[in-house]
């Protein structure tokens, strides 16, 4: 089955890190960018990271840069998000995503999410 | 960076009604937008992509129209699947949402 599975969310205090990933299945993992998009619950979507197929160019948010780190194994069929100095308005449902390689694309494919509560 | 402007935020409609979504970039984005559909504890599913081009297993009821900065998601015959939340994105510099239209049954 063609999927991406999320994990590693929880709930931490704030300035606390987390590391979430993201396990591809089902299809050519380096076929593909990743991304990471985040939701705080019944509100909208915000894109957070993203990397290119074979993790030599990576992107951020301004709110995330310098704290968040995206990096991918080709070889496990994962994405990773290292997040750091957590604040209480990193909260959030995150959500893996791929986007074809190549030309800027849409995100054709999402996980479930992980649910990250910064919370002191 | 690129904002997204979506309306309406909410709409009611019944079974079998026409209805549209807009979305306006602050700044020309071609065809670089998506169209997402979302119900209640589910992923995102990316229904339109390049602002009209349907993905495959997406209902023809479904069409995306507009280049440039205007935009509008249109669903001919509402069906019950229908109801759900309904996200514009930018594609063409980074990433950038809408806020959402959320569809309820009147």
């Known amino acids: 089955e063609v999927q991406l599975v999320e994990s590693g969310g929880g709930v931490v205090r704030p300035g606390g890190s987390l590391r979430l990933s993201c396990a591809a299945s089902g299809f050519t993992f380096d076929d593909y960018g990743m991304s990471w998009v985040r939701q705080v619950p019944g509100k909208g979507l915000e894109w957070v990271s993203g990397?290119?197929?074979?993790?030599?160019?990576?992107s951020y948010e301004d709110s995330v840069r310098g704290r968040f780190t995206i990096s991918r194994d080709n070889a496990k069929n994962s994405l990773y998000l290292q997040m750091n100095s957590l604040r209480v308005e990193d909260t959030a449902l995150y959500h893996c995503?791929?986007?074809?390689?190549?030309?800027?694309?849409?995100?054709?494919?999402w996980g479930q999410g992980t649910m990250v509560t910064v919370s002191s | 960076d690129i904002q997204m402007t979506q309306s309406p935020s909410t709409l009611s409609a019944s079974v079998g009604d026409r209805v549209t979504i807009t979305c306006r970039a602050s700044?020309?984005?071609?065809?670089?937008l998506a169209w997402y559909q979302q119900k209640p504890g589910k992923a995102p599913k990316l229904l339109i992509s390049?602002?009209?081009t349907l993905e495959s297993g997406v209902p023809s009821r479904f069409r995306g129209s507009g280049s440039g900065t205007d935009f509008t998601l249109t669903i001919s015959s509402l069906q019950p699947d229908d109801f759900a939340t309904y996200f514009c994105?930018?594609?063409?510099?980074?990433?950038?949402f809408g806020q959402g239209t959320s569809l309820d049954i009147k």
């Open positions: 995503a791929r986007t074809p390689r190549g030309e800027p694309g849409a995100f054709d494919l």
């Open positions: 990397i290119n197929w074979n993790g030599d160019t990576t």
């Open positions: 994105q930018q594609y063409k510099s980074f990433y950038t």
């Open positions: 700044q020309s984005i071609r065809t670089w």
């Open positions: 390049m602002a009209s």
